[in-house]
Nanobody, 123 residues
Framework: VQLQASGGGLVQAGGSLRLSCAAS????????MGWFRQAPGKEREFVAS????????LYRNSVKGRFTISRDNAKDTVYLQMGSLKSEDTAVYYC?????????????????WGQGTQVTVSS
């Protein structure tokens, strides 16, 4: 699977951004998708995941209520709507495709990774 993430940028604290990730190479509706992030000097961490049909979503605690993951299987695209952004959300955000249909918070369950898109939140 090839993944192309976009939508990152510079935003003020409290603002919003929507990330997109376009997939190609496999039937998009067959697999779960996820978003991870990596801040400078830190380990990559799980942000959100969605199952093949959108019926199951998972979030890390710190983004619950602020971020929403969704997907459009007709467009082969997964989204991450981010709101009430904080400086601690600053990171490179990566989309990833699972090797199975369900959502997962474990990076080892993901077989393909996009190139990342930078999100910078200024306080």
């Amino acid at each position: 699977v090839q993944l192309q993430a976009s939508g990152g940028g510079l935003v003020q604290a409290g603002g919003s951004l929507r990330l997109s990730c376009a997939a190609s190479g496999r039937t998009f509706g067959d697999y779960g998708m996820g978003w991870f992030r990596q801040a400078p000097g830190k380990e990559r961490e799980f942000v959100a995941s969605i199952s093949w049909n959108g019926g199951e979503t998972l979030y890390r605690n710190s983004v619950k209520g602020r971020f929403t993951i969704s997907r459009d299987n007709a467009k082969d695209t997964v989204y991450l709507q981010m709101g009430s952004l904080k400086s601690e959300d600053t990171a490179v955000y990566y989309c990833a495709a699972r090797d199975g249909p369900y959502a997962s918070s474990s990076s080892t369950d993901y077989a393909s990774w996009g190139q990342g898109t930078q999100v910078t939140v200024s306080s």
